[in-house]
């Protein structure tokens, strides 16, 4: 069956036609009432407590319409809710001039005209088509004469009357589908969220699905630095240490086996020394520990030059904040001993303005260059991934100064 012949039957047509039938009586309700608290609310005694009813009366005004296209046209119209901060008269007036307030109030307005139309259409289109489809029924009930003299009554009237009521009954559908859409797109410019917020709402999703994502990853790092410390480490001390005693104790054994062991052994020490490196560029445990400065302190400690650590930090930031610190640190030094020829360095780290302050400088021939290396192009990513900057100074001859912002709110 062609589909402009099931449209009369099917279950969209009358989800749409109820649509409009009932849209009238929620328009006029909520006209009536969000017209007179702005009647109200343009006196001046009654200005507050009018404007104090409106906006919960919008919001419930909204939660409505939203059910009501959900459940008759299974459309889900997002409402812009303001989100303002205070309490009382405050949060009052912070939700008052909110755009998202006064666009459902526009709507609220304004829905009731454009509703009243619309069901008039459909209503008319229906009623129509069902009358003069079966025009043909009740024909003997009609007046012999219909208006400017002509034969109601007469074949060709009935028949033209029929095709009419055919055609209106074929067209009420599409009709009631169609302005249905335009009732949709009306709701959701008014009452969903405007572009602006909901590209915001998108720009704090991804935000808040990015800190997950950090988050995620640096924990897991901690498990396996974890797994790594008491499992695998544990085993190559364990095995260091009973080479070193059998070292010991066969030192008068032959000497192609004493060589093998002495090789073992020392192979063993490298291993450990290896992993413990490993584990620390891991995550190292001194940051959950005893924080940032101590961890500071001993990466200054481990350098292969000289670096002084100037530290004011008298709060800790997250875990993840302070790791990132950390490896900006790491990686500055590391790339200051191997590659700028460095002969001491300065370490800087404080707190300003709710942030994260970390600043690296060192002696060496400059030059450092992000698009150059992975290693400054990894630490800028690190830092960019918690919205954090990083900024690299580093003229020709020197000195390099690298400094990163990281945010840390109590």
């Not at 906006?55 to 939660?63: D, E, H, I, L, N």
């Not at 900024?391 to 390099?400: K, L, Q, V, W």
Request: hydrophobic residues 50%; glycine residues 8%; positive net charge.
């Amino acid at each position: 069956m062609p589909a402009i012949l099931r449209a009369p039957m099917s279950t969209w047509a009358w989800r749409a036609t109820v649509h409009h039938v009932v849209s009238l009586p929620v328009a006029a309700v909520t006209l009536l009432v969000t017209a007179t608290l702005l009647s109200l609310a343009a006196t001046v005694v009654l200005a507050v407590p009018a404007l104090a009813l409106l906006v919960p009366a919008t919001r419930a005004f909204t939660r409505l319409q939203q059910s009501h296209f959900r459940d008759l046209l299974g459309v889900e119209i997002p409402a812009a809710r303001p989100d303002p901060s205070g309490t009382g008269m405050r949060r009052l007036w912070a939700e008052v001039r909110a755009g998202a307030t006064w666009r459902q109030v526009g709507y609220h307005l304004v829905a009731p005209l454009i509703t009243s139309v619309h069901a008039v259409i459909v209503v008319a289109a229906w009623s129509i088509g069902v009358a003069g489809t079966a025009v043909i029924a009740y024909s003997w009930a009609l007046p012999e004469r219909g208006l400017f003299g002509w034969s109601v009554r007469h074949p060709v009237t009935l028949a033209g009357l029929t095709l009419l009521g055919l055609g209106c009954l074929a067209a009420a559908p599409w009709v009631a589908r169609a302005l249905a859409t335009v009732d949709v797109a009306l709701a959701r410019r008014l009452l969903g969220p405007s572009r602006v917020e909901e590209l915001t709402r998108r720009v704090d999703s991804l935000t808040a699905s990015r800190e997950a994502v950090v988050d995620a990853a640096d924990a897991e790092r901690r498990r396996i630095e974890r797994d790594l410390h008491d499992g695998t480490q544990q085993r190559l001390v364990s095995l260091a240490m009973n080479l070193g005693l059998a070292r010991a104790k066969l030192a008068d054994a032959p000497e192609p086996a004493r060589r093998a062991i002495e090789e073992a052994h020392e192979e063993a020490k490298e291993a450990l020394a290896e992993l413990r490196a490993f584990i620390r560029g891991l995550h190292p445990a001194v940051l959950d520990d005893r924080g940032l400065d101590a961890a500071l302190s001993g990466i200054a400690a481990r350098a292969p030059l000289p670096v002084t650590v100037r530290s004011n930090l008298p709060h800790r930031c997250s875990a993840t904040i302070e790791a990132v610190a950390y490896f900006v640190v790491s990686e500055a030094l590391t790339n200051a001993a191997r590659h700028a020829g460095a002969t001491r360095a300065e370490v800087a780290a404080e707190h300003v303005d709710g942030r994260l302050r970390i600043a690296v400088t060192d002696d060496g021939r400059g030059g450092a260059d992000p698009e150059r290396g992975t290693g400054l192009r990894g630490l800028a990513q690190r830092v960019a991934a918690v919205d954090g900057t990083l900024r690299i100074d580093s003229p020709a001859g020197g000195p390099t100064v690298i400094v990163a912002e990281l945010p840390c709110e109590r």
